[in-house]
């Protein structure tokens, strides 16, 4: 196993090396960009999916919600540029919110951020199979299998280390971005020189009487909120302002207008090609590739696009796998989740988070087989939530600096705040049946379990306190009972019985035997060797171990009213594994237990075979 680890993540790396473990803005652009500028394959068919409720008719309306969301993707990208200065330990909304606002409050932010999260690989895994199954649809049937292989694919880059993983993510990232980018000038040229064919205005003036009721707005608030999708992700840098290379605020902050502008270009410039050549949802067949397919025709440019956006969608989620385990550790370090997710792994990254993170996503894959849009309507209601949180808390901070209040600032950030807040509140209402529940459920659960690890760790640490009286106490040397579980006289015994003498001297072997006449055998044997050290033989009729002699060690229990006992278990370690098949395993459940009575130490004393 030791083998398969070093081959799979590579060899250790000391403690010093994290200085180095930096990322320059280009490669963190790819790091923690890859989410949302790859959210331009889906976040414009999500708009007309939801349209489609209305008729093709109204698809013209796509084009002013894209320009609502760039306006909000630009109110947003101001507000987190400055809590990236403000908070260059990384954190995002939750260190905001726990320093600003309350703890229940960071809380909430924190598991909305981990919902995005898991969601962010769940659904961008997804889409990277929708449109590899659009281009090669007799792949359709395996798609839950290869969005799990990617997955775990996914998990063991990430534990490889943060800058192995960049460097492998890096160049898909740009190759997406530039091939988008061509698409967008080849797919402009194309309506340039053969008019504009699609969903024209004439239609959209026509269809103004779906929005006489307010059916019809809601609607269209709900194409807004799923089109917002294009702007999950956009958080992520602020999470992970520790990994650029120094000064890293002032790098996380440029690298976050660099994918701000190429985010909007390329949304806003897919949703146009959309509308101005008429695209349709299908089934099967992702708006992005029918785009593609009319741009490059069937030509080996397009199954190279495909290919390319497939690859994207997939490397999408390491975006989580940047952000997940760095928030997750920041709130372990604060005693609400388990430590060990604090901790750094062999390869200088959190690798318990890493881990959790891919099991969870593979669970919510499996659970709605690969379905992109059953996944999506859970998509945004956290990302919202944690903008809102996370600027709330900056209002409040820069509102008590009277010193460097900026009016200009404040106000920008004010306004992300109630537009944020807005389409939080139209998300939960507009895909409430469609599974924004969940979301809305999970959030006050997860809050509930952080509350309850942070009281399961302060109780621990209240109860192993040492104040001064009790120090002296425990100074006072009390040697134990030693009891010695054994099944005959051996070199394993001998040896238990050598060892217990020099930590007590009330020392008892006790053995079950299943027929009576086996008591005399083994008491004349053990007179012969130990006659000073008390034998008990507990005849069992029923051939049972563990019942009598765990009754046994209650009854010893009782009488010593609290004293110490130590239960010194012998057991032989074989050379071979399949070994241990050979042999009954009744100090692992007499072990098992024993662990949980209060005041018995269980000892196990190893004797190792040659062969």
């Not at 680890?5 to 473990?21: W, Y």
């Not at 409050?105 to 962010?120: E, H, K, N, Q």
């Not at 969940?438 to 302060?458: E, N, Q, T």
């Not at 299943?514 to 012969?528: D, I, M, S, V, Y």
């Amino acid at each position: 196993m030791a083998s398969l680890k070093r081959l799979l993540i590579g060899s250790p790396m000391e403690t010093k090396r994290l200085k180095h473990e930096k990322l320059p803005k280009w490669k963190a652009l790819a790091v923690f960009s890859s989410d949302a500028l790859s959210s331009v394959a889906y976040a414009t068919e999500e708009i007309l999916l939801v349209l489609m409720l209305l008729g093709t008719s109204v698809f013209f309306y796509s084009l002013p919600i894209a320009l609502a969301i760039l306006g909000l993707l630009l109110i947003v990208t101001l507000s987190y540029r400055q809590i990236i200065y403000a908070f260059p330990s990384g954190g995002g909304a939750y260190v905001v919110a726990r320093d600003h606002l309350s703890t229940t409050t960071s809380l909430v932010a924190g598991a909305a951020l981990m919902i995005d999260y898991v969601l962010t690989v769940a659904v961008s895994i997804s889409s990277g199979v929708a449109a590899l199954t659009s281009a090669f649809p007799s792949l359709l049937s395996w798609k839950v299998e290869i969005a799990v292989a990617l997955v775990l694919l996914l998990m063991i880059l990430n534990l490889r280390g943060i800058t192995e993983s960049a460097t492998v993510f890096a160049y898909p990232t740009y190759l997406f971005v530039i091939s988008v980018l061509v698409l967008i000038v080849v797919g402009g040229w194309q309506l340039w020189h053969e008019g504009w064919h699609g969903f024209n205005y004439q239609e959209h003036a026509s269809s103004e009487h779906f929005f006489a009721s307010g059916y019809g707005t809601f609607i269209l608030l709900r194409a807004f909120a799923s089109g917002c999708s294009a702007m999950t992700g956009v958080e992520a840098i602020s999470n992970g302002v520790p990994s650029f290379r120094p000064d890293s605020s002032k790098n996380a902050a440029i690298t976050m207008g660099w994918m701000s502008v190429l985010l909007g270009t390329m949304f806003l410039g897919i949703t146009i090609l959309a509308a101005g050549f008429g695209v349709t949802p299908t089934d099967h067949k992702t708006v992005i590739s029918q785009i593609g397919h009319h741009v490059f025709g069937n030509s080996v440019f397009f199954y190279l696009f495909q290919m390319i956006t497939m690859l994207i969608l997939v490397l999408a989620a390491n975006t989580s796998f940047a952000g997940f385990p760095q928030l997750t550790s920041i709130v372990a370090n604060d005693r609400f989740l388990p430590r060990s997710l604090a901790a750094r792994g062999d390869r200088l990254v959190f690798s318990n988070g890493i881990i959790l993170l891919s099991v969870l996503a593979i669970i919510l894959i499996i659970v709605f087989r690969g379905e992109t849009h059953s996944l999506i309507p859970l998509y945004a209601v956290g990302v919202f939530l944690s903008f809102t949180i996370g600027q709330w808390g900056m209002v409040r901070k820069i509102w008590g600096d009277q010193e460097q209040r900026s009016a200009a600032t404040l106000a920008t950030i004010t306004i992300g705040m109630i537009v944020t807040g807005l389409v939080t509140m139209i998300t939960v209402i507009a895909k409430f049946t469609q599974g924004a529940w969940l979301v809305i459920i999970s959030i006050p659960l997860l809050v509930i379990m952080f509350y309850k690890i942070r009281a399961h760790y302060d109780k621990l640490g209240e109860q192993l306190k040492l104040d001064e009286q009790e120090w002296e106490h425990r100074e006072k040397i009390v040697k134990p009972k030693v009891i010695i579980p054994i099944s005959g006289v051996s070199k394993l015994v001998a040896q238990s019985v050598q060892y217990a003498r020099s930590i007590s001297d009330d020392i008892t072997a006790i053995s079950i035997v299943f027929h009576e006449e086996e008591e005399q055998k083994l008491r004349a044997k053990w007179e012969k060797f130990y006659p000073d050290v008390e034998l008990k033989v507990i005849y069992s009729p029923y051939r049972t171990i563990l019942s009598p002699m765990l009754d046994y060690i209650n009854q010893i229990e009782r009488e010593t009213e609290g004293a110490p006992i130590t239960i010194l278990m012998p057991q032989f370690i074989v050379k071979k594994w399949w070994h241990t098949l050979l042999h009954n395993q009744t100090a692992i459940f007499l072990r098992f237990f024993l662990i949980l009575k209060k005041d018995i130490v269980i000892a196990t004393m190893p004797y190792h075979l040659k062969e």
